[in-house]
C-alpha cells in the first residue's frame, strides 16, 4: 500500500465496536472529483464555488448554476469510486453498524458498496422543484461539454417553477432526518474516522467534535491541517486512497477487496 501507518491507530480501528466515518470533498479528490475548495475551471473559473453554492445565485441566474450542476453530475457520472471508498465500504462490512455520514453529493459511496450512508447536503441525482418542493425527474443528458455551459432548468410538471439541485446550500437547513441521524450515532460511537474535510461547514463540522466531546476517540485522514486537528488523537497525514487502504489492512490484515 506504501503508506505506513502508526500501530496506535490501527489498535484503535480493530478495537472499536460502534464506528462513524465522517467524508467530505478529499475522499472523492482521486476519483477526479474536484473538492469544493479547489479551484473551478471552464465556464465557472471567474467564480467562486461558496458564491455559486446559494438560493442567491440561483435566483440571479438559474441557468449558470443549473449548468454548473449539470457539468459536475456528468462528472462524477464518469468518475469511479477509489480505494478510500473501498476502503470505508470494507470498514462497514466488517464492523456491522458502522455509521458512514458524507457531506459529499457524489454517489461514489454507493458505489463503492457503501449501505445507507447518510447524505447531510443532499445529492446530485435528487432535484426538486423550488417551488413545490416536488421531486422532479434528471434530464437524460449526454455528457457535458468539457468546459460546461450554462443550461436553463426544467420546468416543475405539477406548478411550472424552475426545478431546482436537491442538495444544500449555505443558508438553508441540512434534511432534519439525515442531521438526527448522524449526531445519534457520533454521539453513541467509540471512534469518529473523519476523511478528507476542511471541517470549515458548519453544522456538519460539529460532528467530530460531538463525537469528541462524549468521550470517543477521533481518528483524521486529510494531507492538511484542518481545525478538526484539535480533537483528533491521531492524525493521519496523506490522501485517503492510500491511507485508509493502509489502516484497514493494518488493523485486520488484508481483507480489503482488490
Ligand atoms: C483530501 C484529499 C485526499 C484534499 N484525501 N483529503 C457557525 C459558524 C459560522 C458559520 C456558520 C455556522 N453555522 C452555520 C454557518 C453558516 C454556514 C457555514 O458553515 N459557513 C462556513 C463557511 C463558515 N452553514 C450553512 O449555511 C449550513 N446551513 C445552516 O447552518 O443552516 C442554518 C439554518 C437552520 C434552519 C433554517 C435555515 C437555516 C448549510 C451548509 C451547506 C453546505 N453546502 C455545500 C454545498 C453542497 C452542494 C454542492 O456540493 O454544490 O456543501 S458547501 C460545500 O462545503 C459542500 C461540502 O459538502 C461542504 C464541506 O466541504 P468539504 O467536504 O470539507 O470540502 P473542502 O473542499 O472544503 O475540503 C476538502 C478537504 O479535503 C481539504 O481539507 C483537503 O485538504 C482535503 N483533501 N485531497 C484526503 N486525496
Ligand atoms: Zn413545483
Do not use: K
Not at 72 to 90: I, K
Not at 174 to 202: H, I, M, N
Request: glycine share 8%; charged share 20%; proline share 10%.
Amino acid at each position: 500500500m506504501g503508506h505506513v501507518v502508526p500501530p496506535e491507530a490501527a489498535a484503535l480501528l480493530e478495537r472499536a465496536r460502534r464506528i462513524v466515518v465522517v467524508t467530505g470533498a478529499g475522499i472523492s479528490a482521486e476519483s477526479g472529483v474536484p473538492t469544493f475548495r479547489d479551484a473551478l475551471t471552464g465556464l465557472w473559473q471567474r467564480f467562486d464555488a461558496q458564491a455559486l453554492a446559494t438560493p442567491q445565485a440561483f435566483e440571479d441566474d438559474p441557468d449558470l448554476v443549473w449548468g454548473w450542476y449539470e457539468w459536475r453530475r456528468s462528472a462524477v457520472r464518469r468518475a469511479r469510486p477509489n480505494a478510500g471508498h473501498a476502503a470505508v465500504a470494507a470498514i462497514e462490512a466488517r464492523v456491522p453498524g458502522t455509521v458512514v455520514v458524507t457531506q459529499n453529493v457524489d454517489d461514489l459511496h454507493e458505489r463503492a458498496g457503501s449501505t445507507d450512508p447518510v447524505h447531510l447536503h443532499g445529492s446530485l441525482f435528487a432535484p426538486r422543484c423550488s417551488g413545490c418542493s416536488r421531486p422532479a425527474s434528471l434530464p437524460d443528458v449526454a455528457d457535458e461539454p468539457a468546459g460546461g455551459r450554462r443550461v436553463p432548468p426544467p420546468r416543475c410538471a405539477a406548478c411550472a417553477a424552475p426545478v431546482r439541485p436537491g442538495v444544500v446550500w449555505f443558508g438553508e437547513a441540512l434534511p432534519q432526518a439525515a442531521l438526527d441521524r448522524a449526531v445519534e450515532a457520533a454521539a453513541s460511537c467509540d471512534l469518529l474516522v473523519t476523511v478528507g474535510t476542511s471541517g470549515l461547514v458548519y453544522p456538519a463540522a460539529e460532528i467530530p467534535q460531538v463525537a469528541a466531546r462524549l468521550g470517543a476517540t477521533v481518528i483524521q485522514v486529510n494531507p492538511d491541517e484542518t481545525p478538526l486537528d484539535a480533537v483528533a488523537e491521531v492524525n493521519l497525514r496523506g490522501p485517503a486512497a492510500r491511507v485508509l487502504p493502509a489502516l484497514v489492512a493494518a488493523a485486520w490484515g488484508d481483507t480489503m477487496p482488490t
